[in-house]
Structure formats: C-alpha cells, structure tokens
C-alpha cells in the first residue's frame, strides 16, 4: 500500500454542463428551471436544499412519485427539534412502494443470495413478491394487526427481506437481531418490545463452523413466554420442529397460504421497524424510524446520491442488526436488485471464494456498501482485488462504520479500479442515513468524505454555537430531517430521546462526533467528541492515531486510550494486535518515533500493549468508552454487551492488561 497525502484528488467532479448523466443532476436541473435558480457547483445546491428545506422535500416526493392514499396539508408544520412534524395528513405505507418496483421488475432477477449454510438462491421480482404475500397470510393468521410487533432472529437471507417487508406492510412494526447475537443480548433488545411473534432459524454455518441456535431460542421463548414462534429450518431441512422447538409453527406451514398483498396506508410517522443501538455505552437503545421518514431519506439517497435504477445490483454486506442492512434494503425501491451474502467473508481466506471480491464479482454487482475496516484489512494484507477479480461493472463503494484513511482511500483507486466513485459516509442507526458522504458531483479526496447529503443541514459547531474551520467541532444538525426517529421504545416523555441528542444545544441535533471542515468544503470524522483524548489540556482525536498507525508496518489493528487518573497528563495507552512475525520490541520503537515525528509528542503513548485483538463490534467500529469504563471498574453490566463483539474470548485479557499498566504507574 503505497503512502499518500490526507486531501489528494483522487477522482474530479464532473462539470455543471455534464450534470445530465446523473439522474441527481437531472433533479437539480428541474428546480434550476422551475425555482429559477442557478447551481454553479454542488455546494450551491446543497445551500439551496436546507435553505429551502420544505421546497427541497416536497420536490423529492414528487420526483419519486410517493403513493398517497391521503394529500399532505404541509410538509413541515414547524423546523423545530425535537418533535418536527412532515407531510401532515398524508397516509402512506413503505412497502407499498417496494411491491410497486417489484412489479415493474417482475420477471427480473432482484434477490441474488450466497449463503454458506445452504447455497447460492436467485429470486425474481415475482418470487419477492409472493413470498411477502404469503408471510403476510401467515402474519395475519396470527392475529398481528397494524402497530403490533414482529421480531426476527434471523441471518441476511430472501426469508428475512421478504418478513421484513411483510411486516411493514400491515402497518406492524418489525425488528430484527442477527444470530450471532446470543440469548442475552437478543432479550436485552427485543423483549423491550414485547413482540407478540418471532421469527427465527435453527442455526446457520460460518465458514465451516455449524452453530446451532436451538438453546438460544429456548432460553429467548422462555423470556418472553407469551410470544408465538415460527422456526425456519436453515441449519438443518430436514429438522424435527415439534421436538426441536416444541409449539413453535414450520416455516413451511406459516407461509402456506397465498394471497395478494395487505397494504394498511398510515400517517407519515407511524412506526415502521426499530434499530437497536450497539449496546456499547449501556442498555441498547430502541429507536422507532417511521414510514415516512426511511421512505423519503432512502429514495434520496438510493436515486440521487448513489445514482440506482434497475441497471444495477447492489452488495450491501451487513449482518440484519446493522442500519446498513435496512439501508440496503431500501435499494429495491429504485429497482436496483440486491445481493445478500450470509457467512464469514474472511473464510477460508481474505481473498478467498467468500470474499466480498468475489461475490461481488460473481453477482455482477455493480455498487458495494461494505465497511472501511474491510477494506484497511484488505488493503494491509496486500491485496489487488481488480487484477484477481473482474470487477469491470462496478461503479461505487461507499464505506461506512469507521474513519477510511488516506492511504486506503488510495489503494481502492491503485488496487480495485480508477473508474468508481468512492463513497465514505458517516451517519448512524439513530437518523438510518448520513450526516456526511459523497455524491456523483462532487470530487473525491483522500481520507475525506465529499459533501453534506441534500437536505441536511450539518455543521461543525465550537460550544458558543460558533462554525469552525480547519479543526474538529461537534457535529450538529442544525435543522430537521424526515428520518430522525420518531421516538425511543419505552422512553416516557421522551427524556432519553432528549437527552441523547439535544442536551448540549438547545434545539439542535449534537451527535457526538468530531466534525472537521476542510478549506476544499469536505468532511473529515476525527472521532467521538466522548473519546476525545486530553493531554495536558490539548485535544487529541482518536482518528488521528489511526489514520497514521492504520498504515504503519507491523500493525493489524489498534485502539487507543486515555486515562485522566492522577492528573497532570494522565495515562495514554496504546494497544496494538502485531502482525505475524513481526519483532514487538523493534515495532514499539517505530511506533514512538512515528507518532513524535508525523504528530507530536504528545501523542506518543505512555504504554504500547501487545494483545491478541481489539474490541470491535461486526461492522468494525472500535469500542473504546467501553473498555477503558470496564478498565475503570464498571461492573453494572451496562458497560459493554459481548454479544456485539468479533472476539468476545480477548475482551477480558485486554482489560486485566490495561488495569496492570495503571496500577503500575500508581
């Protein structure tokens, strides 16, 4: 991987006079005619959607003519936060909209599965539909009526889409937690919903590991008692349900009946599927996204800002319990279809037939949603995924879940292709979208994300209220946006709700990230304003270590931590999972000089640990409030769920060596 400057253009805008080629420019052009207004760059147009922020969303529902079943008296009563109301009096329902493009693509391939448990499966846009029309019989056979919960215990297969849209459509509400989730932090999640039924599997394979999760139903049906189950046999076909799950329904059974599909029209808020919170700094958090909100942000960003029709197909590799999944869900809207991949993309090696490389070239994808930690590990290894793949039909990849580095960022262009658009994107579970990311008109530069979405209004704010330039402030949400959520399950007077987001500014959305603007007006995440680290009073962002130790050599990954115990500079301590063969004493020593000489001394740690891996949940984010709270003694339980974790079995090695480096230096 070859070493390059944070903010070299690796890929230029197009001209105004080509915007046409892009149905985003196209969009643009049509209010340049109808408002009278002319955009000379995005960024102008992006001022235009937030200062005209109830003309800008009224267009996008038209644009991609929004199926009412009732006519909106406004589309926004007032730009307050929190409690802003959209499309007043419009009745709508999400998957609506999904069976519409499954219709138009009827006979076309819109489902492509890849499954280490049971194979490769094509569905068809007809097929897609009539599984959700049979979940739907089977939903109502039950007895599950609008406002009603569902949950899934379920893998990233066709079954999963389809109950998802299924449920949607009844006006139910849907959640779902992958199976990798034990029976703990699957109750810690859904039994806050108190969900009247389940669906799950019997287990599911990882490279060529069979995991059951038959003890894991049992102990989750013994929490919520009350709660119908339905089993998919996954694992096993041939599987015995009645003795393996005594009372649970087949699959086969539920989904017996057929019958066209129930669409329940309801008002634009009407919860629709929660998202749970990582778990990481407590008791996950159930946010409520409502129809409204995912339907308009999801058609923004799959029509406009990824550029999706029915010429494309689109890898979203995700587990069901990330946004990432709900996101990529949404791609059928456009007509794009999608391809599901569930398994250990790493099995039986990084570059091996598993690897999103070769699914994506496989299926033909033509645009990848992945994370930025799968692409460093790709990248670190050495990787050269455009000369062992054909990779000619892919156009994009947008990567989220952490920081991408300027280096990585390179090697996508040196070693995937130099014709594809790259996409870092930040936003998270809590708004089911960006808050910063890339578009088809805008350049792209390394280790920087490209521009604010249309119709977001984000800056980066010092505590005065002030903008800031060239260093990090808190990312703020200075106006609303259709898909903040509706509410958090169980949150009484919305004081958690609150209090996650608008206990810092008043009225405004603070969302806990260092936000940097740079001179070029693109974005770079410099860490959790909660991470910061402080040293002797000056502020240090995590992503500053990482953007320079992602790279170094020797290194397979890192987190870094601070501890203010005792005062003065406090205790900075770095841990460090060293690659194979590599002499420790030797790589600590070029670790120091590195961070001295490319940052400060200030940034060198007071401790380098060798540790076996470092705590990060399956989409990669690094978990570093959790741990040094575990380090500081937090024993609630509330601190870290070991359920979101790749290696849960390190967790407490990492801890004890961290704990004796303190009690060392006291």
Known sequence: MQP??????????????????????????????????????????????????????????DHFQIITHEPYTSVLAERTMPGAKWFEGARINFTEHILRSLTQCAENTMVKSRSQTNGSLNWSGKRLAEEIQRIQQGLLSHGIKSGDRVAGYLPNIPQTLATYYAVVGLGAIWCCVPPEMGAKATLDRIEQLEPQLLISIDGYRWGKREISKLED????????????VVLLPYLDENLDVSSAAPGAQVYAEFTAKHAPAVIEPVPFDHPMTVLFSSGTTGKPKAIVHGHGGLLLEHYKAMGLHFGMDESDTAFWFSTTGWMVWTMGASSLLVGAAVVLEDGDPNWPSLDGEWSQWSILAETEATYLGTGSAYLAACAHAGLNPGTQWDLSKLREIQCSGSPLSADVSGWVYNSVSMNLLLAPTSGGTDICAAFVGASPLTAVYAGEMSCRPLGVAVESWDMDRNPMAGEPGELVATLPMPSMPVFFWGDENKERYTNSYFNVFEGVWRHGDWLVRTERDTWVINGRSDATLNRGGVRLGTAEFYALLESHPGISDCIILHFEEGGGMGRLILLVVAEENAETTALEGSIRTSLRTNLSPRHVPDSILFVRSIPRTRTGKRLEIPLKRLVQGDTTGGALDTGVLVNPEDLQDAVQSISSVLQGAK
């Open 4 to 61: 390059i400057k944070s903010g070299a253009l690796l890929y230029p805008s197009p001209a105004p006079h080509d915007w046409d080629q892009f149905e985003m420019g196209r969009f643009l052009h049509n209010i340049e005619a109808k408002y009278r207004v002319k955009f000379t760059d995005y960024e102008q147009a992006w001022a235009w959607s937030v200062e005209n922020l109830e003309n800008f969303w009224a267009e996008v529902w």
């Open 217 to 228: 139903l049992s102990t989750i049906r013994a929490g919520l008692p009350n709660m119908a």
